[in-house]
């Protein structure tokens, strides 16, 4: 049975950071590919970053690349995302996403199998 579960998320002020944490288990971590999702009230989940294999591999979105940075540990079996220069637009409930097979889209909910329960991000201005 695959298990995410997310961690670091808190209240912050605009230009702050924080770095969240995904803990897996139950799958081949260090070929799986791992990703960040986020849901502001009132809007659909959208992509947020992804890392396939070691990490060298990665992608982001528009409105995140060059503020947050995505790695993973795959001794921990752990993915993180490093959250810089935080946003109040950044307020979201933060997911993380996992899926066994390298094939696929990265930035669609939809290609991910296994889901986080989700930690908050809170950013006042």
């Known amino acids: 049975q695959v298990r995410l579960v997310e961690s670091g998320g808190g209240l912050v002020q605009a230009g702050d950071s924080l770095r969240l944490s995904c803990a897996a288990s139950?799958?081949?971590?260090?070929?799986?590919?791992m990703a960040w999702f986020r849901q502001a009230p009132g809007k659909e989940r959208e992509f947020v970053a992804a890392t396939v294999w070691s990490g060298t591999n990665t992608l982001y979105a528009d409105s995140v690349k060059g503020r947050f940075i995505i790695s993973r540990d795959n001794a921990k079996d752990t993915v993180y995302l490093q959250m810089n220069s935080l946003k109040p637009e950044d307020t979201a409930l933060y997911y993380c996403a996992a899926r066994a097979r390298l094939s696929g889209a990265y930035r669609l909910e939809g290609e991910y199998d296994f889901w986080g329960q989700g930690t908050q991000v809170t950013v006042s201005s």
């Open positions: 139950g799958l081949t971590f260090s070929t799986a590919p």
